[in-house]
């Protein structure tokens, strides 16, 4: 068997197209282009590629974006003075606070310093409770980037088994919550894993709908996938590789090659789950300039 590869770049472009038409439409209805502003601490190279990968999507989808760069000594009010600037700037429907911060700074904090409206990386508390809730809010963007390659490449996860492999703040909590919910791509039975899991294979192995996303390289090997399954990669890690001009590579929290004989589709890394993250955060800014106008 060799898996059927859910190609993410293919989905993020057919996603963020359908972003490109509805944001035309609301330029059309109401004269608003929707903004973002993107907050980047410091001088991380990683997060600096994310943030202009988000700006180049934002400018192919017609949207309005900013990034406002902040030196990484920075203090938290320093921080929190910015977000409170972004909140009132009507120039901006979305605020994205590009993550990790440096370490002085506390990230719930900043978070929660974002107003909810706009929220579109969907981390703040009210946002998280109303997507437990079952309530309309803005989802996380890669846990919803998760949902929907699963739904646009025909495995719905209701009545599935799905099992996630970590706990985080940001993927592995919220996504059980989302793929739960008693809605479209949703209605699935979750088991979460995480660093005190005991014999984790026998779980794992357990799984229609294996997703990996507690930040080791290759840690799901072919021993922990059953045949058939369906895995999905959301870690992305750096190993050295000699070979490569940069001196290291992009790898996932899967073995890929023997993982992708034994399994019936499978995320690549990169181009899996990371463009469909920048695609749901450009439909939430969409979002968010739809609900100015008092649209929803």
């Known amino acids: 068997m060799t898996a059927r590869i859910l190609n993410g770049n293919d989905l993020a472009a057919e996603?963020?197209?359908?972003?490109?038409?509805?944001v035309a439409h609301l330029a059309q209805m109401s004269g608003v282009p929707p903004g973002l502003a993107a907050v980047l601490?410091?001088?991380?190279?990683?997060?600096?590629?994310?943030?202009?990968?988000?700006?180049?999507?934002?400018?192919?989808?017609?949207i309005f974006s900013e990034t406002f760069?902040?030196?990484?000594?920075?203090?938290q009010d320093d921080l929190h003075s910015l977000l409170d600037r972004l909140n009132a700037d009507?120039?901006?429907?979305?605020?994205?606070?590009?993550?990790?911060?440096?370490?002085?700074?506390?990230?719930?904090?900043?978070?929660?310093?974002?107003?909810?409206v706009k929220d579109v990386d969907g981390l703040h508390p009210v946002s998280q409770g109303r997507m437990l809730q079952g309530e309309p809010t803005f989802l996380p963007c890669t846990p919803a980037g998760v949902q929907q390659v699963l739904m646009r490449s025909g495995y719905d996860p209701a009545g599935q088994h799905i099992v996630i492999v970590g706990r985080s703040n940001i993927v592995g909590k919220p996504l059980a919550a989302l793929l739960m919910q008693r809605s479209a791509g949703g209605?699935?039975?979750?088991?979460?894993?995480?660093?005190?899991?005991?014999?984790?294979?026998?779980?794992?192995?357990?799984?229609?709908?294996?997703?990996?996303?507690?930040?080791?390289?290759?840690a799901i090997g072919a021993d922990m996938v059953r045949p058939g399954a369906v895995v999905i990669d959301v870690g992305i890690?750096?190993?050295?590789?000699?070979?490569?001009?940069?001196?290291?590579?992009?790898?996932?929290?899967?073995?890929?090659?023997p993982v992708a004989e034994k399994a019936e589709a499978i995320t690549p890394v990169p181009g899996g789950i990371g463009p469909m993250t920048v695609a749901m955060l450009i439909s939430n800014t969409l979002h968010a300039a739809w609900v100015s106008v008092g649209q929803s």
């Open 69 to 75: 760069n902040v030196a990484a000594e920075s203090s």
């Open 90 to 116: 009507h120039r901006f429907h979305g605020i994205l606070l590009q993550l990790p911060l440096p370490d002085h700074l506390v990230e719930s904090s900043a978070i929660e310093r974002i107003d909810p």
């Open 41 to 62: 601490v410091g001088d991380d190279p990683a997060s600096a590629v994310y943030v202009r990968n988000k700006a180049r999507a934002c400018a192919e989808a017609g």
């Open 15 to 22: 996603l963020r197209a359908e972003v490109a038409e509805g």
């Open 187 to 218: 209605n699935a039975t979750v088991t979460v894993c995480h660093t005190r899991t005991r014999d984790l294979s026998d779980v794992t192995r357990q799984a229609d709908i294996l997703i990996a996303a507690m930040g080791v390289p290759r």
């Open 237 to 257: 890690n750096r190993v050295d590789d000699a070979t490569r001009r940069r001196g290291y590579r992009l790898v996932g929290d899967v073995d890929y090659d």
